[in-house]
């Protein structure tokens, strides 16, 4: 038991030391290795952090949003409603929400108004994206185009943190008589209702209730749009990781023409060891070890690579091509979070396929004749 | 379809475990046509070359199969959530065919596998090379089985229909599908007590291994591994799930993989598996012409003894401690 | 303690190209002899000596070891009896570059699975035996070809076999370094160890310490007892 220990030690050793032998070679490899590590590590750890992001913040949403479709298309819900959904059994609390979109022609992009009480007429509060896209900050003055072609003016009071940017990078939060008049919506009625069911079991009953007390209403459960979240993310990130598998097979290309292409001077020392009382068992033993140690290498520093480029560096490298539905990207922080799943995950995707590739050609430079050093 | 980076990975790593057995298989026919050991000719020492290959090749399988059985639950119990109606992972592998038919091939080829690997062992241990045949007949087995691995993987997650309601209609009426299973119909109290009482057997005729040549002693300790690995699971489902959920209605085998229970499963199951592949494995050694490996094999045999008897005393031991620190208690 | 019955080995078997580098060779090594195998130059004396040291398998015929049968043994049975009875010094030394003289010295027995620092203590002892104590921690490729040549030897012997094997070992040495090395066999020779070295070199079959002389002509035998 202890003699297999200290041969694997042995064995370990002479890997390390040939490895270091051969520095450029090996560090070429372990570069781009590292880099496919890091490059996927950041997708996957991307659009981890994103969703779980996406849930810590729908965690405080409402379990219950109420909306009203005629005939399959959205229409205001009657502020009435409001009470009767109240008295329902279950139901904590309904907030009557008024919001709605507005594009900008110039910057191309939309923005979400939503009637807040910390806004007083006349005022408004911006999200830190859209603030930093129109340049204004509190005490600038801002103005958009109201529904009747007419030009309204606010004043900048506040910019909302940047905790929660994800939701509200484009918010314009407005006093209601603002809003009511800037898109013409009509008093007594609202965008939806907010209904808080504090007990989860009750959720389902309380949305059927409402779909029967209101035979236009449209409940949104919260687990609904979390799942709708959370596969959108998934599949953003699966989509990313197979144009990366081109990567993934280029690297496995290389790493399979290095182990096969062995210079004559490893073939030479293979064959030393071999004539002096090495077996084919412990050189594919060695270069097990060798493996190992490549891959421990370029998967460790990958993915503290892709760690910090994720939750420290925002992920500059990857936005782009995974958030794109908004032209406002918000550059909030992803709150740090490693799951052994994500490493797990992003094992299967490199050091599996590379021990796979290499396996072969490891066992192909093992066989060489010893006797061929005798010549 | 479901395209998550977890569902790549698997994807990948049974691709790549596919290819690898085929290949361990096509080196296997060849050692199959053409061995002949009494002959010193270059062929039969290329043959002798590609057993350090297949031995390699099959241990790699091994260690991927364990890592995916256990990454293809998790991510089953990660998925749930996007099914409308599944609660965790046996929801998910049961919204299609094709899911616990993936899970038992890859229970079975992680299984199978490491019996090669005791078998190779065993072979390796004497210069002729007595199970060569045996061996190699299994590796023509482990090939198909890994190919239909990795076709009903890809096609479970392929058929698997998520009901997302697209960016915000979603229609709620959908769900209420139940995802009770009929696994957990055994009553807990008989299942406990026939796993001890299979544990108890395991362990006896293990040390019976240990301390004796008779013939029977490995022949009655692979039979009790099998019976017992059967045994084991149905217990698990059954009552020992419950016990450590804390909930007589819980019965999901998977939830032991969770945070939220500590991980125990990820000492649970190896711990199980490892005890079930050694004990077999001395058992299919007994079957076999053990004779001609004299010396040797018996000292093999006795260490694969002991190893049985560690992973099952660890079994139980984490088994027992779940039990005895739930607040639960089952009739 | 070497015995080859009839051993025949053909290169290339089947091949157009086939050739039989050895046909129907028959000797015998007893242990404690200093044997030196002769011939000219493709009369399958390397040959004979890979297979004498289990580097190779004889197309036909049997070898035995200290009365063990290697010739039809599996490599993974081999090498360890490898181990244990050869030490090899060859031609063109096959030092292994970038390594120090000591691990150099040491590779042979890390698959023994020894534990290092024993092992290292042994092959410094080696190292000192040889007055190469102070060029331990030295790359293979500074030494000087004498201090190569020792460190070879030590290498061979690290693992204290019962025999030293050594192919042409004074092939690329001038007179003094041969004698030299000549010397250490022969010292090696005197402290029991079996020595079975070919060449054509006169230098070596006139040696004082040599006991036998084989000599090969186109893979066979034509005398297996002739005196120096
Ligand atoms: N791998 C091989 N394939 C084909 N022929 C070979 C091979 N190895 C050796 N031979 C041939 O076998 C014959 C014997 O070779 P060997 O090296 O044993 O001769 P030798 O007596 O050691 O010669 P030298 O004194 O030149 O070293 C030579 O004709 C050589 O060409
Ligand atoms: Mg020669």
Redesign the interface.
């Known amino acids: 038991m202890?003699?297999?220990?200290?041969?694997h030690?042995?064995?370990l050793d002479?890997a390390l030391?040939?490895l270091l032998?051969r520095k450029g070679k090996n560090a070429a490899l372990i570069g781009v290795y590292t880099l496919v590590v890091f490059l996927l590590g950041s997708?996957?750890f991307f659009?981890?952090g994103i969703k779980r992001e996406a849930a810590r913040l729908l965690a405080e949403a409402p379990e219950i949003v109420v909306q009203r479709t005629v005939m399959g298309r959205y229409e205001p819900v009657p502020a009435d409603w409001t009470e009767k959904v109240r008295a329902l059994r279950g139901v904590s609390e309904v907030q009557p929400r008024l919001w709605g979109y507005y594009f900008d022609p110039g910057l191309k992009a939309n923005y979400t108004f939503l009637v807040d009480r910390r806004a007083e007429p006349g005022k408004v509060l911006l999200g830190a994206a859209l603030s930093r896209a129109r340049g204004a900050y509190p005490g600038d003055t801002i103005s958009f185009d109201a529904f009747d072609g007419t030009f309204t003016s606010f004043e900048v009071t506040g910019v909302l943190s940047e905790a929660s940017e994800l939701l509200s990078a484009d918010l314009i939060l407005i006093a209601e008589g603002d809003y009511r008049r800037l898109t013409g919506a009509p008093a007594g009625l609202v965008t939806d209702l907010a209904v808080r069911v504090p007990n989860a079991k009750e959720v389902?009953a309380v949305?059927?209730k409402i779909?029967g007390l209101f035979p236009h209403a449209?409940?949104?459960?919260r687990?609904?749009?979390?799942?709708?979240y959370?596969?959108l993310f998934?599949?953003r990130?699966?989509?990313m990781?197979?144009v990366l598998?081109a990567t993934l097979l280029a690297f496995l290309i290389l790493a399979w023409d290095k182990a096969t292409a062995l210079s004559a001077?490893e073939r030479?020392?293979i064959g030393?060891?071999?004539?002096?009382?090495?077996?084919?068992?412990?050189i594919?033993l060695m270069k097990?070890w060798e493996g190992c140690s490549v891959s421990l290498l370029a998967f460790g520093a990958g993915s503290l690579l892709a760690y910090w480029h994720v939750f420290a560096g925002n992920g500059f490298v990857i936005v782009a091509a995974l958030k794109g539905w908004s032209t406002l990207y918000p550059s909030f922080r992803i709150a740090p979070y490693l799951g052994p799943?994500q490493l797990?995950?992003?094992?299967?995707?490199t050091v599996?396929?590379y021990?796979?590739a290499t396996?072969?050609p490891?066992?192909r430079a093992?066989?060489v004749?010893?006797?061929q050093?005798?010549? | 379809m479901i395209l998550a980076p977890n569902v790549l990975a698997l994807l990948v790593a049974s691709g790549a475990t596919a290819l690898l057995t085929a290949l361990a298989a096509c080196h296997g026919v060849g050692i199959l046509r053409h061995w002949d050991l009494s002959s010193g000719s270059e062929r039969q020492l290329a043959l002798e070359r590609r057993t350090y290959l297949t031995s390699a090749l099959v241990g790699t399988v091994l260690s991927f199969e364990l890592l995916s059985l256990f990454l293809f639950v998790s991510s089953a119990d990660r998925i749930a959530p996007l099914l409308i109606g599944a609660m965790c992972a046996v929801g998910t592998l049961q919204a299609n065919g094709y899911g616990f038919a993936t899970l038992y091939l890859k229970l079975a080829l992680f299984l199978l596998s490491g019996l090669w690997l005791v078998l190779n062992h065993a072979d390796n241990l004497v210069p002729d090379y007595p199970l060569i045949r045996p061996k190699y007949l299994l590796l023509l087995v482990l090939a198909p089985l890994s190919a239909a691995e990795a076709v009903l993987e890809a096609l479970f997650f392929l058929r698997l229909k998520p009901d997302v309601i697209t960016s915000c209609c979603g229609s709620l009426f959908s769900s209420a599908a139940g995802t009770e299973t009929d696994l957990a119909a055994l009553p807990p109290r008989t299942a406990l007590i026939a796993l001890v009482a299979a544990g108890a057997a395991l362990l006896l005729c293990a040390f019976w291994t240990a301390r004796s040549q008779r013939r029977l002693a490995p022949l009655l300790l692979g039979a009790a591994g099998t019976v017992h690995f059967a045994v084991a699971l149905a217990a698990i489902i059954s009552a020992v799930s419950p016990y450590v959920y804390e909930l007589p209605t819980h019965h999901c085998p998977f939830c032991l993989l969770q945070r939220e229970y500590r991980y125990v499963g990820y000492l649970i199951y190896p711990a199980l598996l490892a005890a079930t592949v050694t004990s077999v494995g001395v058992g299919a050694l007994a079957v076999g012409r053990a004779e001609t490996a004299a010396g040797e094999l018996p000292r093999f045999r006795r260490r694969l003894a002991r190893w049985t008897i560690a992973a099952e005393l660890l079994f139980l031991g984490i088994v027992a401690a779940c039990i005895a620190t739930s607040q639960l208690t089952l009739r | 303690m070497i015995e080859t019955v009839g051993i025949t080995k053909t290169y290339n078997q089947g091949k157009p190209n086939e050739y039989r580098a050895l046909r129907e060779v028959s000797v015998t090594v007893e242990a404690g002899e200093f044997v030196v195998i002769k011939g000219p130059s493709g009369s399958g004396k390397t040959t004979l000596l890979t297979l004498v040291g289990g580097m190779a398998r004889p197309t036909s015929g049997r070898i035995f070891v200290s009365g063990r049968e290697i010739s039809s043994l599996p490599e993974r049975f081999l090498t360890e009896i490898r181990r244990q009875s050869f030490g090899f010094v060859f031609q063109s030394l096959n030092l292994i570059r970038g390594l120090s003289a000591l691990e150099n010295v040491m590779a042979p027995a890390y698959p023994s699975g020894e534990p290092h620092t024993r092992l290292r203590r042994r092959a410094l002892e080696l190292l000192e035996r040889f007055g190469l104590a102070g060029r331990a921690g030295a790359k293979v490729e500074w030494l000087s070809g004498g201090e190569a040549q020792r460190v070879a030897i030590a290498r061979a012997l690290v693992n204290d076999p019962a025999a030293i094997i050594a192919d042409e070992p004074t092939a690329h040495l001038d007179g003094a370094l041969a004698a030299e090395f000549l010397d250490l066999l022969a010292q090696l020779n005197l402290q029991g160890k079996t020595v079975l070295v070919t060449s054509h070199d006169p230098r070596v079959w006139t040696g004082r310490a040599v006991s036998r002389v084989i000599e090969l002509r186109d893979g066979a035998v034509v005398s297996a007892d002739g005196t120096p």
């Open positions: 202890l003699r297999a220990v200290e041969r030690r042995h064995l002479f030391a040939s032998r997708t996957l659009t981890h389902p949305a059927e779909a449209r409940p949104i459960l687990s609904e749009i979390l799942r709708t959370d596969s998934d599949w990130g699966g989509m990781l197979a598998s001077e030479r020392e030393i060891l071999k004539a002096v009382g090495w077996d084919t068992g412990d594919m097990f799943e797990i995950t992003l094992f299967f995707l599996v396929p021990t796979a396996i072969v490891a066992w093992a066989t004749d010893p006797d050093v005798m010549r």
